[in-house]
């Protein structure tokens, strides 16, 4: 809807001039300007409103705006067309940008499977942990702005942009509106949208600033200010919400702090010539999942305010004469030569730490892009939890680029938690602490506590400064509780007890890809608890020397996008020590040399490989690929490859749809499986898999029986929230015959 003020002054004297416009001289062309409100995810409604402005001759010259507005208004405002911001707007990952993540793929090679795992992390600092925030630092989004902002990085006065502009924030010392015209662009704008409780607050200019829109989100009257005649406002705040729709403590403290401008908005909204307010109640201020709809329907109010917008350029271009529309008002700069630099914010490590983990090296030329990158090297070292940068010119044409740094403290303690069917409840702790022993390394210890008991130990010392080179010390113990089967029915339970400890030498050329070679030492101890029929008792113990390969090139560590993760081992176990003995319905055999066990040598190779192709913006196409064989292992024990499951989550496991974990134990196996993934809507997948499995082509067991194929399905709803994801599955085996439930939630040890 559009409310035109017909009894503005200002519209009559402009029909008068038009009628009159060959008999008089013309005045001085009335100066128009744009204020748009913030409102989070509705904001993304004003492109359709500038797409209606460009496409109608408009020439625009002044914009202000608040929070959201503030973003798309400053685009603009730098020579961005609406359709290029339209564009930008439908190709973010708004999940990634509004996080305090990054890019799996710029994290190192050592450091992935830790990343982002853990629901609560906890900083020790001043000798105690610190309660987390919640607050997003936004690392993403700021070197988002950096590379849009870019062109203009030599501007600091926003009145010389193509078209003037202003934003507006709020001074959090004395709660005043601060209007931002000059300074660093990209702070003022991560100022203005900065919203108490889910941002951080941003120091600018000697101030600390939160969003503008607690007391000013619809800036009209500084357009005003700025020489604007002429106002279009567009308005996509619903206001405050009625006291029974406030639900939660968000709502609450998001209704607190916006007290203020909605009685700012009752003075500013009577000045817009042409008001525009936006009608979205489906839609809050965090529905980026909802964008491409938002953006359809900002366009298609533009649609209908086209024939004004077009009616009031040519009428401007009757009475004052005819003026060009101003395109590719963009700079054009590609690149600039760093000849200096200053990093601010480090304690524990240095500056000269900081530039060498991004290889930065001056006077080169380096373009948005590529310093991007630059600085999601240095954050992928987990040493610092926000890096942000401006640059400065310098008289000979070069800049100086300066670095504000947060460093992360040296010492985490992490909370998961973890449930499925094998492993039963699990409370996941995880103690990190970096520089501990030596520097440049880090050393972890993770407890599962709950119906399976788990502890792991590893110390990463990294070789040099590149981090190309590491090596890495660990140790775990497992204690399940094991479901047998005979004919896919189980019949049996035993306990399994595993303790391993090894070394390994890693090196890896990039954040990608590694390779090495290790050793470990592996003890097993097998217990039935439930007698059945023919069983063993006892342990085994072996060494193996091993070679591996291992890629990543995922997006994101749960439910990926685009990338493969790959990891392939081959070694030698060397002579076994096992010390078993057979049981007949609990009872020892009476003659246990009538069963041969091999302690022989044999070589081993496992492969695990997953890949993940976008089809389109909500639909991914999963392969996946896993496999293992025991090379000359027919009379060998306690180190088969164990079928089934929907989660990788103990040794030598193959996932497979169709069976429950431990359903089928085999020397050699190979697994294929493809599936397509669906996001229903924010956070809510259904995930469709089918797999095909192949055993006993190279070895074949004395003491298990398995076919040589089996084929399987499985449908998931998964809803990936606080605690993780949660997967409610059902699936089914062509060899069982069985329809089977299977529940999954959070990260697995």
Known sequence: MVIFKSYKPLLVGLIFLVQSALAQVPAQRPKIGVTLSGGGAKGLAHIGILKAIDSAGLNVDYITGTSMGSIIGSLYAIGYTADSIEKIARSIDWDLLLSNQSSLRSIFMEEKNEYSKYVVELPWQNHRFRLPSGLLQGQELWLKFSELYFPVH???????????????????????????????????????????????????????????????????????????????????????LPSEKVRNALQILLQIAFFREAEDARTEVPQCDIYIPFKMEKYNMGSFSDGNDILNLGIEEGRKLYPKFKRLADSLNAIYGPVAFRKNRLPKVQAVTISSFEVHGVEKTSSEFFAHTMDLQLNRSYTAHKLSNMVRQAYGTRYYSRIIYSLQPQSDGTCKIIFDVTENPLTFAKLGIHYNRFTGVGIIANITARNFFITNSRSLVTINIGESFRIRGEHLQYLGRLKNFALIAETQFDRFDVNTYEQYKQDGLYKQNFFKIGERFQFSPTRNFSLGAGHRFEWVHYSPKIAKGLELKGTNNYNTLYGYVSHNSLDRSIYARRGVKLYAEAGRVFEQHPNLNFLSNGVPLEDPDSIQISAYPYLRTTLDVESYIPLGGRTTLLLNGQGGINFNYTRNVLNEFAIGGLTKVFRNQITFAGLHEGTLYTPSVAMLQGGLRVQLFNNNYVTGKANVLFTNFISRSEFFQNPDLLSGYSLTYSYNFALGPLEISTMYSDQTRKLQWYINLGIPF
Do not use: H, W
Not at 177 to 191: D, L, Q, Y
């Open 154 to 240: 030599q501007e600091k006065d926003f009145s010389r942009f193509s078209i003037p502009f202003r934003c507006i924030g709020t001074d959090v010392g004395n709660g005043e509106a601060i209007v931002m015209k000059e300074g660093e662009i990209i702070s003022a704008i991560r100022s203005s949208m900065a919203i108490p409780s889910v941002f951080t607050a941003v120091d600018y200019n000697g101030k600390r600033m939160v969003d503008g829109g607690i007391v000013r989100n619809f800036p009209v009257r500084d357009v005003k200010e700025m020489g604007a005649n002429i106002v279009i406002g567009s308005n996509v705040a619903s206001g405050l």
